[in-house]
């Protein structure tokens, strides 16, 4: 069969220039162009991609498109180009409107086609989804592989979509729900999505055990973790590095430490296959230990994420963590033991929250001393035990995620000190600088793991951060000749080194250099300051010339289908596939201005 599986935008998207949709589908009220989408929500669902793999792999014809910040019109067009059986599309909470307008768009296009929905917010409403879309034939509650491909199978026969346990269909104007999908009992039996997809992001397990009242991982995945296997994952990251050509990738598991002795045979894994790559994980401060970081940091673990949420035991007690700051505050100082960045996760504005209880988090961050943390405002996602709480006592309806137009539901503080304190933080949203290490702190790391490239140039920084100059470099070219993952920064360092030194000439060619090995903000940055310091007459002005240097772990987002929206080439379906590209549709540049903002 013919399957198109779309990342569908949030919204009627208007081109530049446009007059936004009124129709109650376009942009959200308080959205203004300036403002762009963030580098998570553009990714496309991982779990868009292994369905992907699997129908692919069955033999199926599959096209998956990220249409996440394409103008509506160009989605118009984009639809009208690929005609398929079955139209897949996946929906968040934040792109719920979108997928209602795309079903729509995919009805009136095709109007024999199978229209499914799945997803992280669907499956929370899906009674909801199908009562206010005629379009959708049918919802995909939870888990979609085995679903999707017992979906195919009943289309294929001609037989109607009913009854496929994991589904929820319209049969003579009623809504039914069928009885839950059993969940995979063994995930390496999937196709890995890197068999044909490119991504930086891995996944290696599904679920969680833990019951935070603020994440829907516990109705999606029925609280239970289920993991692939250490050579499963081994072999997932050798498709990344070798066929993708990966050197930075981040492991998004909900508690990537949740199976320790996995870890540890991934991480001797890595050593054993000559896996030269750096890696990021998220986990929880009470699943870690000396042990585990030490053989993590061994293998390339560059930063360590943690759940942190919120420091005041009464807002941690309300949320279900079942982590106390006292573990947070030990891990942080194991965790600094073997030179990892730390980065918490923080949320605002969760129930029962004062000013006082995030003024005692705020307080935390100065003692725990974490070297970068985010805080997000709290929301309400269906299928969270706090959406649930707050139906019940009134605050919230499902309706409303069908009528108001805003992306992400958060409730306004009553306090008005608590108020102003929400808006100081989403005033500058994103991810935020906390504490360095100092150089001492890195040599002492060193004498760890004399033969880690990475904590060598862990080094070269700070020594070049404390201004000295000629250690630093002699570091960075040590991490260099021993092969560190990303050279590029590497030679950003030199090029910094080099101009502090007043060698201009020597800063050029390393910064050219760095740019022959791939792209990097910092590279790119340091390009244009170069240039519009020429432009200026710097060599004769008493301009100077400010270069940043860096090497905290970055994935580079690269404009590629599917993983990121990109350019697409549509065809004419009626002329050869070879024959010449009827048109490209660009992505709409307005849209890209802050890609950068991914805070994997
Ligand atoms: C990895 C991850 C990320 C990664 C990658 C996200 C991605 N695009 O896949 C990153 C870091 C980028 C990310 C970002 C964010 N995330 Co996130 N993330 C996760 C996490 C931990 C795992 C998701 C995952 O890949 N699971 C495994 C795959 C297999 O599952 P899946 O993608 O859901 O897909 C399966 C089914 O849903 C279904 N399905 C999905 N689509 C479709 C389509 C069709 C046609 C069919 C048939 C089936 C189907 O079948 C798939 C295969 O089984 C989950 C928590 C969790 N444990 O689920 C949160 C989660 C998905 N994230 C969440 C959120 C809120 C966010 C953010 C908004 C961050 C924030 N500020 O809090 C951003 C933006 C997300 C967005 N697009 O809007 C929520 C989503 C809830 C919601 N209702 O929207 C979750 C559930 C966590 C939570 N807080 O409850 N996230």
Request: glycine fraction near 8%; include cysteine; charged fraction near 20%.
């Amino acid at each position: 069969m013919r399957i198109v599986l779309l990342y569908p935008p949030p919204w009627k998207i208007p081109a530049p220039g446009e007059e936004p949709d009124c129709s109650g589908e376009g942009p959200p009220s308080n959205w203004h162009a300036s403002c762009s989408f963030d580098g998570d929500t553009l990714h496309i669902p991982c779990g868009l991609l292994s369905l992907a793999a699997q129908v692919r792999h069955a033999g199926h014809e599959v096209t998956v498109l990220n249409l996440y910040t394409f103008a509506w019109r160009d989605v118009c067009r984009i639809i009208e180009c690929f005609p398929a059986d079955l139209f897949g599309l996946s929906c968040f909470t934040s792109n719920r409107r979108g997928v209602l307008s795309t079903a729509r768009l995919v009805r009136s296009t095709y109007p024999h086609a199978h229209i499914t929905v799945g997803g992280p917010h669907a499956s929370a409403l899906p009674r909801e989804m199908l009562e206010h879309c005629a379009a959708i034939d049918t919802v995909v509650i939870k888990e979609g592989e085995e679903t999707l491909k017992d979906l195919l199978a009943r289309l294929a026969a001609g037989l109607p979509a009913q009854n496929i346990p994991g589904i929820a269909w319209r049969e003579a104007e009623e809504i039914k729900v069928a009885a839950p999908r059993v969940l995979i009992n063994d995930l390496d039996g999937l196709v890995s999505s890197f068999l044909y997809y490119d991504d930086y992001i891995a996944l290696t397990s599904r679920g969680c055990d833990c019951t935070c009242t603020f994440c829907a991982a516990p109705f999606l995945w029925q609280g239970k973790t289920r993991f692939h296997s250490a050579g499963y994952v081994l072999d997932m990251l050798e498709q990344m590095i070798s066929d993708h050509g990966h050197k930075a990738i981040a492991f998004k598991d909900d508690t990537f430490t949740a199976d320790r002795e996995r870890v540890l045979q991934i991480c001797r894994g890595i050593e054993k296959r000559g896996l030269n790559v750096l890696w990021s994980c998220d986990t929880r401060a009470d699943a870690l230990d000396e042990e585990l970081l030490s053989s993590m940091r061994g293998a390339g673990c560059q930063r360590v994420s943690l759940g942190v949420e919120s420091a005041a035991p009464e807002i941690l007690r309300t949320l279900n963590k079942r982590i106390s700051p006292a573990e947070v505050l030990a891990a942080t100082a194991m965790a600094k033991k073997f030179g990892f960045e730390i980065r918490y996760y923080l949320i605002a504005g969760s129930r029962e929250e004062t000013a006082e209880t995030l003024a005692e988090t705020f307080q935390f961050i100065q003692e725990a001393l974490p070297t970068q943390y985010i805080f997000n405002p709290f929301t309400f996602l269906p299928g969270t035990k706090e959406y649930l709480i707050a139906e019940r006592d009134g605050r919230i309806q499902p309706e409303q995620f069908f009528s108001d137009d805003f992306i992400e539901c958060t409730s306004a503080p009553a306090d008005p000190a608590l108020q102003r304190m929400m808006e100081n933080l989403q005033a500058n949203p994103g991810v935020r600088s906390g504490w360095h290490y100092s150089a001492a702190e890195r040599r002492a790391i060193l004498e760890r793991f004399p033969d880690v490239p990475a904590v060598y140039m862990d080094l070269g920084a700070a020594l070049y951060g404390e201004g000295n100059l000629i250690e630093a470099e002699n570091m960075v070219r040590k991490s260099l000749a021993m092969g560190y993952p990303l050279p590029g920064l590497g030679y950003n360092y030199l090029a910094c080194i080099a101009y502090a030194q007043g060698n201009l000439k020597a800063t050029m060619e390393h910064l050219i250099h760095a740019r022959e090995q791939g792209f990097h903000q910092v590279v790119e940055t340091n390009l244009q300051s170069v240039q519009g310091w020429l432009k200026a007459d710097g060599f004769r002005s008493s301009r100077t010339l400010n270069l940043v240097a860096g090497h905290s772990f970055e994935i580079t987002c690269r404009r590629q289908q599917p993983v990121t929206p990109a350019p697409i080439t549509l065809h004419d379906p009626r002329l050869p596939a070879d024959a010449a590209p009827l048109v490209v549709v660009p992505v709409d540049s307005v849209l890209w201005q802050r890609q950068g903002g991914a805070s994997v």
